[in-house]
């Protein structure tokens, strides 16, 4: 409480879909409104953080287009008809819809389709944990543009996330000579918690390059700018192991010890050799060419060392390579020139930042999601991963730092201990799912967090194939979104300031979301609608003490040991540091246990290297006359994801959407920046105003994705992007939508 | 060491990533019906378009603000008194004065003031002299993503503020003009290119 009785300040925590960021803060309250946000305290002061967005939230929570109370549809799906019912109506209609699903169908037949709870925690758990109990299917968001990362991640490293692998030492604040940031925009996505710390390094003395297709705002701070084509990451990584490899530039230390780069593969059929084929006890032991003893050897984990990196060996009568030189010899098709006419990068550039990365004392190389959304976006990331760690450049012990937080998700996944959980579908799986019945047929989803048709792939798809087939939509929602309009029930859910929520971001600390204000009209938080159902389907045990028993439940692990709701409260807090002295070894959860440069596992894809394969559809080469140029899809500032393109204020520094498209592109079409022009391909078009920009390269047209599909002339960002499954993606973790790989034409607009 | 206090701003343009939070900002803090602070790009002729030729590009920020000028131009004209310049060299407008004659606006050089349409009076940043009496920091400074704004003491050669125009290559806008600004903007650093 402050001197100025009148005004009551609580301090919370923004969790939207930015994800790491997680500003705090300070609510200013007065008379049961809030009157002003700014960026709370944190225990330093340099972590104090807001964005524009954050700033303007009190538009969403006071925006006047609020869904104020439970709605039923009443005119076609689409029309945008509903009528007022009450909350027990709601449950009513939705126990009984998934009754009569469930007798027929099975409860499997019933999904959630949760999108991005950004840093949000329980109440993307209250929704698994009724999808645990009542066995129905959990469809996973991953597929919804971040899949193809895990993907890759998951096979180089064995783990979800790449990120403190490659920069965990960042996040500390420890400075490496050269930073490359490749494929991400954090200036716009991830200005916080990422590109102040780019920033603060650049200042103390470390050179900043960006490899993007788009010249982006992080792009325009870097002292070296790598343009390259879309989807072409793969063939930039070859091509500088190739300059690096060809200089003997590579860190032999590293590749011996951390990479299965030693191991030697069979040329006859490209696995792994092992013990049992050459008739050794230890059958699944992996072997290597000892180079002193000229013999080969069972690894162990002291004798990687000796290891030759280079050579073919025949041993009883089976033709061997190391992985390092099956390595070397497909870098070594991708000259600087052959690299050059795939990614349109210069190869005197390439030459040069092959070197720079190779003589570098330590690069740190910042990552995230954009260029994995590419059909084989997984391997772009693999790619990259390969190239940092011939150069030694991944993180492999922790000698300071804080404990990452580790949440008890247990009771989430899988609610009851001896029952079977939910079933999981990726989210791209969901569209044969609902529309063939395959692998079963789910006939009911509920949609929360998540703008499904505005922001996943081919609109006209989900309209005309989708929807139709579903018995029955619930929506969660603070809109009346494109996706809401179609929903058969739509719930009012609260915004982040009338709810409390456990936030484990940004690292190092800990964070409550705390709930500011009661919620305003009828709207609900997404745990007491769980929770509130569940009740009524029989669960209700499963859910006493709402939001508050919740939160307890998923901060009980150790990690967080004397860190609780109440402490939470009164400001973020720092996780535990480690004590002085610490190594610890990060572990790779890879078949191996190593860095895994080779994925025996994809052989038979012919991906068990990190090899550059083309996009599938992004026109990178001028082969596809009807549909010339790649469309890509950056992220903006002004939204997240499709949050926040309601709001007014935001909409008045950024109006409408546009096109940005390069002058060498939009001369030969007759088109000049406002005009309206219209792109398309097979599947559908979008009508909005051109941006002629430099921002873009020859070939490359960019629409900032979210806006919302009333928001263009006609179409939307969506409208043109496909549901292409990629089956080496579904192997290794789930399939992922490729909004960054799609082809397209321009052309003025005709009325 | 001067004992006054002369307040000022330092803004980083290698800091500065474009992102319209110091607007948003001061809008909300001051109530504000234009923006005061405005950012403009330096590259294309869009906004945030970089200039050059791909993938040769250059693209940077600049945030302009009332530049609590040392020689303001605005109060000068400003015959009824609600210009007026601090002691701690703060420019502020008091709207209870002002009479909407607009001299000021056409006065400054640098079209920091703008025009309350509905109030039908000048509006301007004070560099949040509100804040500043309760000893707090400007709103944008305090919600700057880049945290490339500084505010302190110019007079006081301890400060950060002066720390750093002592130490890097800085410019006023307009320095011609002999307002003397209390605003001074760090450049972006030269490139390292490869």
Not at chain 1, 193 to 209: F, H, L, P, S, Y
Not at chain 1, 335 to 346: D, F, R, V, Y
Not at chain 1, 381 to 388: E, Q
Not at chain 1, 458 to 487: G, H, S, W
């Amino acid at each position: 409480m402050e001197e100025n009785s009148e005004i009551r300040k609580i301090r919370t925590a923004c969790p939207q879909h930015c994800g790491i960021d997680a500003c705090g803060i300070l609510a200013h309250i007065k008379d049961d409104r809030v009157i002003k946000l700014e960026p709370a305290d944190f225990p330093e002061e340099r972590d104090r953080r807001i964005c524009l967005r954050g700033l303007y939230s009190l538009d969403v929570t006071y925006h006047h287009d609020r869904i104020k109370f439970p709605m039923k549809r009443v005119g076609e799906r689409g029309e945008g008809k509903f009528e007022r019912i009450t909350w027990e109506e709601a449950y009513d209609e939705i126990v009984e819809n998934f009754e009569k699903i469930s007798e027929e169908y099975g409860w499997r037949a019933i999904g959630w389709v949760l999108g991005g709870p950004g840093a949000g925690t329980t109440k993307f758990g209250a929704y698994l944990r009724i999808a645990s109990l009542t066995q129905s299917t959990r469809v996973s968001a991953w597929g919804y543009g971040d899949a193809g990362l895990p993907c890759g991640s998951r096979t180089i490293f064995g783990h979800q996330f790449p990120y403190f692998y490659l920069f965990g030492k960042f996040w500390q604040r420890i400075w490496s000579e050269v930073i490359i940031v490749w494929g991400t925009n954090p200036a716009e996505t991830m200005p916080l918690q990422n590109m102040r710390k780019i920033m603060d390094a650049k200042e103390e003395g470390t050179q900043v390059i960006v490899v993007d297709p788009r010249f982006t705002i992080t792009a325009s701070k870097a002292d070296q700018y790598i343009g390259l084509k879309p989807a072409t990451d793969s063939a930039l990584a070859l091509g500088l192991m190739n300059i690096i490899f060809k200089n003997n530039l590579y860190d032999k230390n590293f590749v011996l010890e951390q990479t299965n780069g030693p191991y030697l593969v069979r040329t006859d059929n490209g696995k792994l050799l092992r013990g049992k084929d050459i008739g050794e006890k230890k059958l699944e032991s992996y072997v290597l060419w000892n180079e002193t003893a000229n013999a080969y050897n069972l690894v162990r984990r002291k004798n990687v060392k000796d290891a030759s990196l280079t050579g073919t060996y025949t041993i009883n009568g089976l033709e061997c390579k190391s992985v390092f030189q099956l390595l070397m010899e497909l870098a070594s098709e991708y000259t600087p020139e052959k690299t050059e006419e795939i990614t349109s990068i210069k190869a005197e550039l390439i030459e040069k930042l092959a070197r720079r990365i190779a003589t570098a004392k330590d690069v740190t190389f910042i990552t995230h999601m954009g260029f994995t959304r590419t059909y084989h976006g997984d391997i772009s990331l693999r790619s990259m991963i390969t190239l940092a760690s011939i150069t030694g450049n991944v993180i492999t012990s922790f000698t300071s730092g804080n404990i990452p937080a580790t949440l008890n998700w247990n009771p989430f996944l899988k609610a009851i201990p001896d029952k079977p959980s939910f079933h999981r579908l990726g989210i791209l799986n969901l569209y044969n799912a609902v529309i063939k019945g395959q692998p079963y047929p789910i006939k009911a989803v509920w949609f929360s967090f998540i703008n499904f048709l505005n922001q996943c792939v081919d609109v006209n798809k989900v309209i005309n194939e989708f929807f139709p087939k579903l018995d029955f939509i619930v929506q969660t929602e603070l809109f009346m979104t494109p996706t809401a309009k179609y929903a058969d029930l739509i719930l009012p859910v609260c915004s982040f300031l009338e709810f409390s929520d456990f936030l484990y971001m940004p690292y190092p600390y800990l964070q409550l979301q705390q709930k500011v204000i009661e919620p305003l009209f009828e709207s609900k938080s997404d745990v007491s609608i769980v929770s509130e159902l569940a009740e009524r389907l029989g669960f209700g045990d499963y859910f006493k003490g709402g939001e508050e028993s919740m939160i307890d439940m998923i901060m009980d692990n150790s990690s967080m040991s004397g860190v609780n709701r109440e402490v939470l409260k009164k400001g973020a807090v720092k996780l535990k540091s480690l004590p002085e002295g610490s190594n610890i070894p990060m572990s790779f959860g890879t078949p191996s246990g190593k860095i895994e440069l080779y994925a025996e596992q994809l052989v038979e894809d012919g991906e068990a290297l990190p090899v550059y394969l083309p996009p599938i559809e992004a026109p990178i080469t001028p082969n596809n006359k009807k549909y010339p140029l790649t469309f890509i899809q950056g992220h903006s500032r002004f939204r997240t994801h499709s949050s926040f393109a309601n709001v007014g204020s935001l909409l008045e520094m950024n109006p409408e959407p546009v096109v940005e498209i390069n002058s060498i592109d939009s001369e030969v079409r007759g088109i000049v920046s406002n005009d309206y022009v219209t792109v398309f391909n097979d599947r559908g078009k979008t009508t909005l105003k051109a941006l002629v920009s430099e921002s873009v390269g020859p070939g490359v047209v960019n629409i900032t994705e979210g806006w919302w599909i009333d928001q263009f002339k006609e179409g939307s960002v969506n409208h043109l992007t496909h549901d292409i499954i990629n089956p080496v993606q579904e192997k290794v973790y789930e399939p992922n939508m490729h909004m960054n790989d799609v082809a397209v034409q321009i052309k003025k607009w005709e009325e | 060491m001067s004992n006054t206090i002369n307040y000022g701003m330092v803004i980083d343009q290698e800091r500065c990533i474009g992102c319209e939070a110091c607007s948003v900002a001061c809008h909300i803090e001051n109530n504000s019906t234009k923006f005061w602070i405005k950012v403009e790009t330096q590259g294309g002729i869009e906004k945030d378009t970089p200039g050059g030729k791909f993938p040769n590009l250059t693209l940077s920020f600049l945030p302009k603000l009332c530049n609590h000028c040392s020689n303001p131009p605005c109060v000068e004209v400003c015959s009824v008194e609600a210009l007026q310049k601090r002691d701690d060299s703060l420019v502020v407008l008091d709207q209870k004065l002002c009479t909407g004659c607009e001299l000021c606006i056409e006065a400054c050089p640098y079209n920091a003031i703008a025009f309350n349409e509905e109030m039908r009076l000048a509006e301007k940043c004070s560099l949040c002299a509100h804040r500043i009496d309760d000893g707090l920091e400007p709103f944008c400074v305090i919600c700057c993503e880049g945290q490339a704004i500084i505010f302190g003491d110019l007079n006081d050669s301890g400060s950060r503020i002066s720390q750093l125009l002592l130490k890097k290559k800085n410019f006023q806008l307009g320095p011609e003009l002999g307002t003397n600004p209390s605003v001074y903007y760090l450049p972006p650093k030269t490139k390292r290119e490869l």
